[in-house]
């Protein structure tokens, strides 16, 4: 069973900080998602990747397979950033997502 | 807007009973997945469907159960409901097996 372990558990950021969320996993896998969980409980799905690097506005995520190793980053945040963001893969020739225990971001203005 | 409605949105229900809860996927969304999460175990992935069919399990108990319809939605049945069955219950869709996956608003079960 692919274990997910996610890094910090909390974060508080200034406004316009730069921010890094780390997710690592310890078997093989077939993709890595981010998802984000807004204060209301909604999930909204970010990135899924398999290697390399993805960005969407001030979004990046890289990944390194090797390492089995992801980091979500944030760039110039903003309070709306608040939230739980979750990391998530599903193993090689598995469709069964295993979550880790999300990172509550507070972004102060 | 995800494009995945789920129904209801909050249930309150008494230990022992039985619900039903509801999944429409986004339009052309063959994949359909259950997720419970409750605040001492976080997500959790229950059920996936494809096209009608079951293709993959995870931590669902013998109580729960699911179905996907020609349709394409998608049941989730609880029974015999225990306190610890209090949690949200989140649906998400895919095109594919192994695409990226739209969540559902989610229903809020709670178990008196």
């Known amino acids: 069973k692919n274990e997910v372990e996610q890094s910090p558990q909390n974060l508080t950021a200034q406004e316009g900080e730069f921010i890094t969320i780390n997710c690592s996993y310890s078997v093989g896998i077939s993709a890595l998602h981010w998802l984000q969980q807004h204060p209301g409980g909604g999930i909204v799905s970010l990135f899924m990747l398999s290697s390399g690097k993805k960005k969407h506005g001030r979004l990046i995520a890289t990944i390194n397979i090797q390492e089995k190793h992801s980091s979500l980053h944030i760039t110039a945040s903003h309070p709306r950033d608040s939230a739980v963001y979750i990391c998530?893969?599903?193993?090689?020739?598995?469709?069964?997502?295993?979550f880790g225990k999300g990172t509550k971001l507070s972004v102060i203005p | 807007d995800s494009g995945v409605t789920q129904t209801p949105k909050h249930l309150i229900t008494a230990t022992g009973q039985r619900v039903t809860l509801r999944c429409s996927p986004r339009s052309g969304d063959l994949s359909v997945y259950w997720y419970q999460q409750s605040l001492d175990q976080g997500l959790q992935f229950l059920i996936q469907?494809?096209?009608?069919?079951?293709?993959a399990k995870g931590n669902i108990l013998e109580r729960f159960s699911a179905q996907q319809f020609p349709d394409l939605h998608s049941e989730l049945n609880l029974s015999s409901l225990e306190l610890g069955d209090s949690a949200l219950y989140f649906c998400a869709s895919s095109v594919v097996e192994l695409g990226s996956q739209y969540f559902g608003p989610g229903t809020r079960l709670t178990v008196l």
């Open positions: 998530a893969v599903s193993g090689a020739g598995s469709y069964q997502l295993t």
């Open positions: 469907y494809y096209n009608g069919e079951e293709r």
